[in-house]
């Protein structure tokens, strides 16, 4: 072949590659113009995202679908994970499902006329997400109403969940955030000091103390009192210094008085040695007196009941999870649908198995999930948004609706969507949000203005996924204008 062949055979596989890239573009352009309606593809071209960052579905509950983009592909949705697990939840445990929390004491204990009791005192926790610090008061108030004034040790039986601890700076480094707590069997008010910031009008300052006051932690603030009107919320920082077991919170900036108390919420300690300060620390304030330590241990089978504390039912307790998005929550949910279904001690991966046995069982696709830990708060969870449908369509069906759809965020209500679309879309809508660095989804039930209800899920991930807010609320005004 001469070498004037060769140019001109070159020159012909060039404009050949170039019609077979055209016509590749041509048909992508086709196919996403056919199955968007001309709304939410106007709406999603707006984002300047690329077609294959998305995964989402829309159809009518019970219904056609109206449109689909990637429906099958395999996203992660961030804390949209927990529609899965407190779905689980639910359709195992039902919606009347409690936890209980007890203290207990040997069979031949007694307590003396100086209200001394003999032998240790046992505490029996259950894995309850909302076991808060009043509830905690309330339950020890009990055992000095019954007359106890001393206790030497107390013993916690943790067997009910196995070794499922945490770092709480895996994720991002950000250790002493609540969003990162671990999970455990006895996790009192999630495990997080309040960090409370009150105005002293007269002398212009700010006063600082910590709820519950627990041995070890310390503030030293430095927040400057700004007078006039109040305009802007506290414009502070943190910085968390650990020295072994102290702990000391460094705050500045400034605050306007005129705007009132605020609070921060952080992590200073694990689960354990948080639950057990707070032990001590309750007992102290509410007039006891403690000459032993808090540490784990077996319950007697005979051991006498003294005093139990009983969660809200779950149907409540998930109202929590899907609404505040709550992390640590949602991953002490996992564990007990795991030692409710007979695994003890419970694993996450026992959780997870759980989980994904409950969806086949009710015919959903589970190929491809990935549950890391049944929050969302992980890197590489993955679902599609045809998976998610599946699950809201067979959750609207069970006599287990009321209960689950409740649980979500009401638009421009609550939760996570108390500030959008507070216009003629306000209240049309059930969802539940997520959102990382990376990722950011949706998914619910929208009901259209003349009667009509949707599922509409939305799993985009990419550096700038955060663009796909507005694609969400137009696609959800749209739906409730149908």
């Known amino acids: ?19 077979l ?42 219904g056609a679908r109206l449109a689909a983009l990637g429906s099958g592909d395999l996203k992660n949705p961030a804390s949209v994970m927990k529609l899965l697990t407190t779905w689980s939840a639910l359709s195992e445990l039902g919606p009347d499902y409690v936890w209980r929390t007890a203290f207990l004491m040997d069979a031949n204990a007694v307590v003396n006329d100086n209200g001394v009791l003999s032998g240790p005192l046992y505490l029996r926790p259950s894995g309850d997400p909302l076991f808060l610090l009043q509830d905690l008061w309330r339950l020890m108030r009990e055992l000095r109403l019954r007359g106890i004034n001393q206790i030497s040790d107390i013993v916690i ?30 996790m009192v008010g999630f495990g997080a000091v309040r960090l409370v910031f009150t105005p002293d009008l007269g002398n212009k300052r700010w006063r600082a103390f910590i709820d519950p006051p627990i041995a070890g932690v310390e503030i030293d603030s430095n927040v400057r009192y700004r007078s006039g009107s109040c305009r802007s919320g506290p414009q502070v920082s943190f910085e968390t210094i650990t020295t072994g077991d102290q702990v000391r919170f460094r705050i500045s900036g400034e605050a306007t008085g005129a705007c009132g108390e605020f609070d921060f919420y952080r992590l200073a300690f694990s689960q354990s040695d948080f639950s057990a300060k707070a032990l001590k620390s309750m007992w102290t304030e509410l007039g006891g007196q403690m000459t032993g330590t808090v540490k784990e241990g077996a319950i007697a089978p005979d051991a006498i009941p003294l005093a139990a504390h009983e969660s ?79 699950m809201l369509q067979m959750a609207w069906r069970s006599p287990a609706m009321p209960e689950y759809v409740s649980s979500l965020a009401i638009l421009g209500t609550d939760g996570t969507l108390r500030r959008r679309l507070r216009g003629d879309a306000r209240g049309y809508a059930h969802m539940k949000t997520g959102a990382l660095r990376d990722a950011r989804a949706i998914a619910g039930y929208v009901l259209s203005q ?30 409730t204008s149908r």
């Open 450 to 479: 003349t009667g009509k209800r949707y599922v509409f899920v939305s799993l985009v991930n990419d550096p700038q996924a955060f663009k796909a807010r507005d694609f969400e609320n137009q696609v959800v005004d749209w739906l």
């Open 312 to 390: 809200p039912p779950l149907a409540e307790v998930i109202r929590v999870v899907n609404k505040s998005s709550n992390n640590v929550m949602t991953r002490v949910l996992l564990l007990t649908i795991a030692s409710e279904l007979g695994q003890r001690p419970a694993t996450v991966a026992g959780g997870v198995k759980t989980v994904l046995q409950t969806l086949m069982s009710q015919g959903i696709d589970t190929d491809g999930i990935v549950i890391e830990n049944g929050s969302g708060l992980a890197r590489g969870s993955r679902i599609s948004a045809d998976q998610v449908a599946q």
């Open 21 to 62: 890239l055209l016509l590749m573009f041509l048909a992508n352009t086709a196919i996403h113009a056919q199955s968007l309606p001309p709304e939410v593809s106007r709406a999603w071209d707006k984002t300047g995202l690329p077609d294959t960052s998305l995964s989402m579905v829309i159809e009518e509950v019970g």
């Open 1 to 19: 072949m001469s070498y004037f062949q060769m140019l001109t055979v070159s020159a012909r596989l060039r404009t050949q590659a170039v019609i």
């Open 157 to 186: 039986d943790r067997s009910k969940f196995g070794d499922i601890a945490t770092n709480p700076g895996d994720f991002d480094g950000k250790g002493d955030r609540p969003y990162n707590a671990s999970p455990d069997v006895l």
